[in-house]
């Protein structure tokens, strides 16, 4: 899942640029969602704080409440992997960004020719993403591309014949069968039951009495087979 935040206080500009991330994302097939706001306030800096998967903020350098530039700031001291687009009418605060030591993906000028150098840029923000390691795989005409890191567990779905991943910020029911997972996954994840699979790295505690895992989000699973030798588990604590 791509998170596009989108900030721009004119209407207009605004729909344009969603118009280019839905333009763009129709022809990749890849899951996004697109939030938009007028102004960097207390709403907005609510997504910024939200744990979500990937983020790709679009944004405006002058709004009512903040600049673009500290929000960029704010953002950079919490996140930094998410990319910065910024677009702009200001031309000439281009050197202010880059003398605030921001790492941001691309500074655009609204008056030249916008629409293709935000799909450009978008572009590369997806590429880099894909460059991470990912769970990678198409489900019903959907193509995911889901962090290892963000993944916690996969489990069969006990009302169908498919599996739901449960990540850091969502869960996704799709059609595979785990047999399909385990076989794309890396060491850093084991079958701990013959319907579920965990990510060993994000086990924060294992309760062997109960064989109950806790994960570093909180988030509890005993779906841990007696069978299973849980000191395997405790070794990736």
Do not use: W
Request: proline content about 2%; overall charge negative; glycine content about 4%.
């Amino acid at each position: 899942m791509i998170n596009f935040i989108i900030c721009d206080d004119n209407l207009e500009m605004r729909d344009n640029i969603l118009d280019v991330v839905a333009t763009f994302m129709m022809a990749k097939e890849i899951e996004y969602k697109t939030h938009l706001y007028s102004d960097y306030d207390d709403e907005f800096m609510k997504i910024v704080n939200q744990k979500l998967s990937f983020k790709i903020y679009i944004l405006d350098i002058e709004a009512p409440t903040r600049t673009g530039i500290d929000v960029a700031r704010i953002i950079r001291h919490k996140d930094e992997d998410s990319a910065i687009i910024f677009i702009t009418g200001h031309e000439e605060l281009g050197p202010r960004l880059l003398s605030k030591d921001i790492t941001f993906l691309a500074f655009i000028n609204k008056f030249d020719d916008y629409k293709n150098r935000l799909q450009y840029n978008i572009g590369k923000a997806i590429s880099a993403l894909e460059k991470r390691k990912c769970l990678r795989f198409e489900d019903s005409s959907t193509l995911y591309a889901l962090p290892y890191h963000d993944i916690l567990y996969i489990e069969k779905d006990s009302l169908g014949r498919g599996t739901i991943i449960v990540t850091e910020f969502n869960e996704f029911k799709v059609h595979k069968p785990l047999s399909f997972f385990r076989a794309k996954l890396d060491d850093s994840f084991v079958q701990t039951h013959r319907a579920c699979i965990m990510n060993k790295e994000r086990i924060m505690s294992v309760n062997k009495k109960e064989h109950l895992v806790t994960f570093d989000n909180g988030m509890k699973s005993d779906l841990v087979s007696t069978r299973f030798k849980i000191e395997e588990l405790i070794r990736g604590v």
